[in-house]
């Protein structure tokens, strides 16, 4: 069952411009949500998250939007830096302190110099 | 401070066979999850364990089976081991309560090749 979905397997951008990475999600009882990006021969790291509570929630170059009623996230990353190329997935769960999480199939995002 | 660490770092077996995967989490942490990653996949939740005792099981059978140690490190087994076994097994902890995410810490996993 996909309940988290990422429909674009990768993304090229440009050094310094935007990048924008789409998760939609199709439980309505998740209500925690979470990026991870992913180096080769590393674990996922933690990059951002955000409570159903908020519609948006900003650290540094990275921002994540929620759209609950379009059951949709995204993550923007500006300016996109060679550094980010990874591979991000978006995560859901039903509550924070829930830890099955479910996970969409990644983004391989490319920024290039 | 060490982080999440697994092992070995890669695995073969042949069908039928039995496995055993290690994790120890990061320093500070209590729980440590368990993750099925396929080639082109995101990561799937197995289960998580919490003082000793698995807390949570996602949709996998019962041949995987997990234990966690009083120093909260933990071993995923496999057994009658299938082809379709094959993939990256990721090992998280968490259990910060002073991070205001509760976010899991993921190993490097270990990279299960069934023949």
């Known amino acids: 069952d996909q309940q988290v979905k990422q429909n674009s397997p990768s993304l090229s951008v440009q050094e310094g411009r935007i990048s924008i990475l789409n998760c939609d999600y199709t439980n309505s009882m998740f209500d925690y949500f979470l990026w991870y990006k992913k180096y080769p021969a590393e674990g996922p790291t933690f990059l951002i998250s955000?409570?159903?509570?908020?519609d948006k929630n900003e650290d540094g170059r990275f921002t994540v939007f929620l759209n609950k009623s379009a059951k949709h996230l995204s993550l923007h990353i500006v300016p996109s830096q060679p550094g980010d190329s990874a591979v991000y997935f978006c995560?859901?769960?039903?509550?924070?302190?829930?830890?099955?999480?479910?996970f969409g199939a990644g983004t391989r995002l490319t920024v290039k110099p | 401070d060490a982080g999440v660490t697994q092992s070995p770092t890669h695995l073969i077996k042949t069908r039928g066979q039995q496995v055993t995967l290690r994790c120890s989490p990061k320093s500070g942490h209590d729980t440590v999850s368990w993750y099925q990653q396929a080639l082109g996949q995101g990561p799937q939740f197995i289960f998580q364990?919490?003082?000793?005792?698995?807390?949570q099981r996602g949709n996998f059978p019962d041949r995987f089976s997990g234990h966690q140690f009083p120093n909260y490190s933990s071993e995923l087994n496999v057994n009658a081991l299938l082809l379709g076994d094959s993939a990256l097994y990721l090992c998280?902890?968490?259990?910060?309560?002073?991070?205001?995410?509760?976010?899991?810490?993921f190993g490097p996993g270990t990279r299960l090749t069934v023949l």
């Open positions: 955000i409570s159903s509570i908020k």
């Open positions: 364990y919490y003082e000793e005792e698995e807390r």
């Open positions: 995560a859901a769960s039903a509550w924070r302190n829930n830890n099955d999480m479910r």
């Open positions: 998280a902890s968490s259990g910060d309560l002073e991070s205001p995410y509760n976010e899991q810490f």
